[in-house]
C-alpha cells in the first residue's frame, strides 16, 4: 500500500511539478478557429526540479484579463510541448488527481471527460498538446496541430483548463507563472 502511494506521487510529480525556467519556442501568436490570439505567457514544468517535462504556453484575445483566461470568458490555448516521453496513463492520472483535488464535481462532467481522457496518446519529446476553446464553442484537443478530440460544453473547458489555471493546479508556480504574466506582471 505504501508503495503503491509512493508510486502514484512520483507520477503524480512528474506532471506537476515546475519550476521557474522560461520556455521558449512558442510563436507570438496562434490562430484557432476565427480567433487570431496572443501568446500571454509561458511557464516551464519539471520533475523534482531537474528533469524538464514540459513547455506551456498559455495564448488568449489580445485584451483579455486574467479572469477572462480562467473562467473562459475569451477565447484560450493552452499549448504543451513534451520535452521526454510521458506515457498518456499517466498525463490521465495526474488530470484526474487535479480535478478531484479542486474538488470539482464530476459527476455532470463524466463523460466528456472520460472521452477526452481517451482520447490523450504517449508523448515524445518535441510533441505538442493544444487545449483551445471560445465560449460558446467545444473545447478541442490537438497532438501536433492534428485535432483528436472535441468537447463540448463551457462547463467543461471551465473545469478542464483549471487543470492549469485554478487554485489547486497542477502546479502552482507554473500557474503562477502562466497567470503572472498574463496578467503583465512579468513576461516570460
Known amino acids: 500500500?505504501?508503495?503503491?502511494?509512493?508510486?502514484?506521487?512520483?507520477?503524480?510529480?512528474l506532471l506537476l511539478a515546475a519550476g521557474g525556467a522560461t520556455a521558449g519556442g512558442f510563436g507570438d501568436t496562434l490562430r484557432t478557429g476565427g480567433d487570431e490570439l496572443v501568446l500571454k505567457s509561458t511557464g516551464t514544468a519539471w520533475f523534482g526540479g531537474v528533469f524538464h517535462v514540459y513547455d506551456a504556453a498559455l495564448y488568449g484575445q489580445r485584451n483579455a484579463a486574467v479572469r477572462d483566461l480562467v473562467s473562459g470568458s475569451s477565447a484560450r490555448c493552452l499549448v504543451l510541448e513534451y520535452k521526454r516521453t510521458v506515457n498518456r496513463d499517466k498525463i490521465v492520472t495526474a488530470a484526474e488527481r487535479v480535478l478531484e483535488r479542486q474538488g470539482i464535481d464530476l459527476a455532470p462532467l463524466r463523460e466528456r471527460i472520460d472521452r477526452l481522457h481517451a482520447a490523450y496518446r504517449d508523448v515524445s519529446a518535441g510533441d505538442r498538446y493544444a487545449l483551445c476553446h471560445a465560449p460558446g464553442n467545444d473545447m478541442r484537443l490537438s497532438l501536433n496541430d492534428r485535432t483528436i478530440a472535441t468537447v463540448p460544453g463551457d462547463d467543461f473547458a471551465a473545469a478542464y483548463f483549471g487543470i492549469w489555471l485554478r487554485e489547486g493546479a497542477i502546479s502552482d508556480s507554473l500557474r503562477d507563472a502562466l497567470l503572472g504574466a498574463a496578467d503583465g506582471r512579468e513576461r516570460s
Open 1 to 13: 500500500m505504501a508503495r503503491s502511494r509512493s508510486v502514484s506521487r512520483l507520477v503524480a510529480v
